[in-house]
């Protein structure tokens, strides 16, 4: 069963897609479709959600979403480049959307140091200002799964049952989500 506060995070993510007619698509990595799987148990989100790529792997990410091999080699696929080009890629690929939004990371074990819950974040979207098919970047951050657990006081909402790899899954779920929802205004 999902968490109470992530299945409340993705109904709002449903109410501002609704209330600013978006369609939003995703590109999963470390999140391996969570966030796809609290979209779509909300009854109605069909005329808003478009998808979800799950793309783990980075032959995965080059083919399905045309990141660079470049990108991943230089920066890794636990970058603020990959997300962008994750997002970007996403949008690319699916006519229909408005709105889409990428996360990898590295939620561990055995991560290097300085990836270990780490994780990044890309918003894009169509622009409406030029031309329809011309997409933006919105944001494309990088956040910290354990902060955000200790901030979002996640750590106390979630069951003792699961697994510190869960609740980093957990947390930057509810980040994508929360960032989704504000910035699906367009």
Same mark, same amino acid.
């Given at each position: 069963?999902?968490?109470?506060?992530?299945? +409340?995070?993705?109904?709002?993510?449903?109410?501002?897609?609704?209330? =600013?007619?978006?369609?939003?698509?995703?590109?999963?990595?470390?999140?391996?479709?969570?966030?796809?799987?609290?979209?779509?148990?909300?009854?109605?989100?069909? /005329?808003?959600?478009?998808?979800?790529?799950?793309?783990?792997?980075?032959?995965?990410?080059?083919?399905?979403?045309?990141?660079?091999?470049?990108?991943?080699?230089?920066?890794?696929?636990?970058?603020?480049?990959?997300?962008?080009?994750?997002?970007?890629?996403?949008?690319? +690929?699916?006519?229909?959307?408005?709105?889409?939004?990428?996360?990898?990371? =590295?939620?561990?074990?055995?991560?290097?140091?300085?990836?270990?819950?780490?994780?990044?974040?890309?918003?894009?979207?169509?622009?409406? /200002?030029?031309?329809?098919?011309?997409?933006?970047?919105?944001?494309?951050?990088?956040?910290?799964?354990?902060?955000?657990?200790?901030?979002?006081?996640?750590?106390?909402?979630?069951?003792? =049952?699961?697994?510190?790899? +869960?609740?980093?899954?957990?947390?930057?779920? =509810?980040?994508?989500?929360?960032?989704?929802?504000?910035?699906?205004?367009?």
């Amino acid at each position: 069963m999902l968490p109470e506060y992530l299945m +409340q995070v993705a109904r709002q993510v449903k109410s501002a897609l609704v209330q =600013h007619d978006q369609r939003l698509v995703l590109a999963e990595s470390c999140t391996g479709g969570l966030v796809a799987t609290l979209m779509t148990s909300i009854p109605g989100i069909s /005329e808003h959600f478009c998808g979800s790529a799950v793309v783990y792997r980075w032959d995965t990410k080059m083919k399905w979403l045309g990141v660079q091999q470049e990108t991943l080699d230089k920066y890794t696929d636990v970058s603020i480049e990959t997300a962008r080009e994750m997002a970007m890629g996403v949008l690319k +690929q699916t006519p229909e959307a408005t709105l889409s939004a990428s996360i990898t990371g =590295h939620l561990g074990p055995d991560a290097p140091a300085y990836q270990d819950g780490v994780i990044c974040i890309g918003l894009a979207r169509i622009g409406r /200002e030029v031309a329809r098919s011309e997409s933006e970047l919105i944001q494309a951050e990088s956040y910290q799964c354990d902060e955000l657990l200790t901030r979002l006081d996640l750590g106390a909402k979630t069951d003792l =049952h699961w697994t510190r790899r +869960q609740q980093r899954q957990f947390a930057a779920a =509810h980040q994508l989500l929360n960032l989704i929802s504000a910035t699906a205004e367009p």
